[in-house]
């Protein structure tokens, strides 16, 4: 049985910081793309940032770049997401998924196969 278990979220200022982890278990974590998406009440879920199953291969949306981190430790099954300079509009839940490699120009969440339960992070004003 595969499982994402996502932890880090918390309420923060803007312009604080958040580390976001993504425990996995159950799957061939260093074969599996894995990314980070959020989503708020009434608005579709969005891609923030992917990373290859080396960790060579990067991508973010055009709102979080410059800000956010994304990083991978395949010997613990852990991803990760460095979250700095936080505004009020990351408000969000942030799920991390795993999906089939190569991870694609942008991330699709239609393409993740795994997805964790989600963690909030609010940011206020």
């Not at 990067?58 to 991978?72: A, E, H, L, M, N």
């Not at 969440?109 to 795994?114: D, G, Q, V």
């Amino acid at each position: 049985q595969v499982t994402l278990v996502e932890s880090g979220g918390g309420s923060v200022e803007a312009g604080g910081s958040l580390r976001l982890s993504c425990a996995a278990s159950g799957l061939t974590f260093s074969g599996n793309c894995m990314a980070w998406f959020r989503q708020t009440p009434g608005k579709a879920r969005e891609g923030v940032a992917s990373i290859s199953t080396g960790g060579d291969r990067i991508w973010y949306g055009d709102s979080v770049k410059g800000r956010f981190t994304i990083s991978r430790d395949n010997a613990k099954k852990t991803l990760y997401l460095q979250m700095n300079l936080l505004k009020p509009e990351d408000t969000a839940m942030y799920s991390c998924a795993a999906g089939p490699s190569p991870c694609g120009v942008v991330a699709e969440a239609s393409k993740y196969w795994y997805w964790g339960q989600g963690t909030q992070v609010t940011v206020s004003s």
